[in-house]
Each structure stands twice: as structure tokens, then as C-alpha cells.
């Protein structure tokens, strides 16, 4: 019989209690009207799931879809727009 042994050390509570810091929920918090955005286009494709979708399930959709474009975008250009000036005020 051969035994198995754990190559990893074990996993403790003590390493999963780690809350998230400041700087990790301010790039949650940029980044939340994406998150949103893509939610809601999620919500439109869930929505055609089971049915084919009318004309209105495809607006409802390009509208969501379109708003993720926008969204992406004003979040890429204000990250990018922070590397240009070096982040000097």
C-alpha cells in the first residue's frame, strides 16, 4: 500500500480571516459602475435564455452591450489619463 501525503502545507483559519484593504475596496469601488454595467447586460442575455428574443430583447441588449463599451472605455481612459500626468497634482 502506498500512502498519500499532502505536498502543501495545510491551509489555517488564520489565513482566510484576511479582510481586504483600502486600496483593494477604492479599486473595487472605480471599477463598480462597470461591475454594474455588466450586470445589467447579463440580466438582458438571461432574459432570451428561453425564448427567442423580439426586437425589444435586442435594443434591451445593443443598449447594455453599448453601455459596457462606454463604461470600459471612461474607466480605461481615466486610468490611463493618471499614468500620463504620472499622478502628480
Not at 32 to 54: F, K, S
Request: glycine share 4%; net charge negative.
Amino acid at each position: 500500500m502506498q500512502i498519500i501525503a499532502a505536498l502543501q502545507g495545510l491551509v489555517t483559519a488564520e489565513s482566510l480571516d484576511v479582510e481586504p484593504t483600502a486600496a483593494e475596496l477604492d479599486a473595487i469601488e472605480q471599477e463598480m459602475p462597470l461591475i454594474r454595467a455588466e450586470v445589467e447586460l447579463l440580466d438582458a442575455q438571461i432574459m432570451t435564455i428561453d425564448r427567442p428574443a423580439n426586437e425589444l430583447d435586442t435594443r434591451r441588449i445593443r443598449r447594455a452591450r453599448n453601455r459596457v463599451l462606454v463604461v470600459r472605455r471612461d474607466l480605461a481612459n481615466r486610468v490611463s489619463g493618471t499614468a500620463a500626468s504620472g499622478g502628480a497634482a
